[in-house]
């Protein structure tokens, strides 16, 4: 599918493979973010594996993948680097401000329904550039579905999930079968970004009546620079036990569960600020439980010398850190899945 160009003829393509002809729809998509990248490698595998087996007839729904759902985002280059996660242009997020497309009371009393009214809805929205079109390409193509996952990374980190407090059980479930080593849960999360939008328009329509709501999660595989071809084939693997596991393939299971995780809120991440710019050198690794008031970095001011220790707040696990070796102040640069709320409103960083 191609999208509007700014100025003058040229196109962006956005390309998804659709397997199966019949039953629920699942949605895999990556790249969102463009410049976190092992998402994509890992769904080209799932590619090619759904090939085969939809080949020798073991696909039991349907499945789309878009190994790469935001080529304007990878397109994009600015002093001689990649810039995936801001549209250049306006310096908006590409994960954040999906639309709220319910009006305050109205319910459904199916999902189909809800489904009819929502493509209606964001069919009818107004939109002006390739970012407001790929928005809404990519959340009418999530809309149909009813297993959505979108496939992220962070700096350095371990797998790790966001998802609905509602969703929670299943979470888990899923967090075991995925390697997950942390699940940040929350009513909502704030900025709507991608999965998170999509159940602030489910659930008010859904209100006390009993239809499945799809299940959506921001699925983060690891660290920008965690590319390895095992890794990348592992997920692929768990990707497939996974969809099997949810009756969309009928295949041996391959790989083993992890150890169960508790989701814990996001509000209740702790995103530990530097007091001052500078090098910082870390104490402790993405996967690794702290407790309060333990040593998780030292930071150096390359001009004075001066130094100064990051210690944490809370306790629980350090899911993720910075990438970047220099640090301004105020800037957070390690995170910790803490089990008590710290903070209320938007809790998704930029």
Not at 108 to 121: F, G, I, Q
Request: hydrophobic share 45%; proline share 6%.
């Amino acid at each position: 599918m191609e999208l509007p160009a700014p100025v003058g003829s040229g196109r962006y393509e956005l390309q998804a493979w659709e397997f199966g002809d019949k039953g629920p729809l699942a949605y895999l998509q990556a790249g969102l973010h463009a410049d976190e990248l092992p998402g994509v490698l890992v769904l080209h595998r799932l590619r090619e594996a759904l090939v085969n087996l939809e080949l020798a007839g073991a696909l039991r729904g349907r499945i789309r993948l878009l190994p790469l759902s935001n080529p304007v985002g990878i397109n994009q280059r600015f002093l001689a680097r990649h810039e995936g996660r801001f549209e250049l242009g306006s310096g908006r997020n590409f994960n954040r401000g999906y639309p709220r497309l319910t009006r305050a009371g109205e319910q459904c009393d199916s999902l189909t329904k809800a489904r009819s009214l929502l493509l209606e809805r964001l069919a009818g929205l107004s939109v002006g550039g390739e970012l407001e079109r790929l928005q809404q390409i990519l959340f009418g193509w999530a809309l149909e579905a009813d297993l959505v996952l979108d496939l992220h990374c962070d700096s350095e980190a371990v797998v790790h999930f966001y998802g609905n407090t509602r969703q929670q059980a299943e979470l888990e479930t899923i967090g075991r079968r995925l390697g997950a080593e942390a699940i940040l849960i929350a009513e909502e999360a704030g900025g709507m970004s991608f999965d998170d939008a999509l159940l602030q328009n489910w659930y008010p329509l859904r209100g006390e009546a009993d239809w499945p709501v799809p299940l959506a999660v921001t699925v983060e595989l690891r660290g920008q620079r965690d590319l390895a071809p095992d890794l990348m084939a592992q997920d692929c693997e768990r990707l497939l036990d996974l969809l099997t596991e949810r009756g969309w393939l009928v295949r041996p299971l391959s790989t083993e569960l992890s150890p169960p995780v508790n989701a814990t809120p996001l509000a209740g991440v702790e995103g530990v600020q530097a007091p001052m710019g500078g090098i910082v050198h870390y104490l402790v690794s993405p996967g690794q439980s702290v407790v309060v008031g333990q040593p998780l970095a030292e930071l150096l001011d390359p001009a004075s010398g001066e130094r100064c220790q990051l210690n944490a707040g809370v306790a629980g696990v350090c899911y993720a850190r910075l990438l970047s070796p220099l640090v301004v102040a105020g800037e957070e640069v390690l995170f910790i899945a803490g089990t008590t709320p710290l903070r209320e409103g938007e809790l998704l960083g930029l």
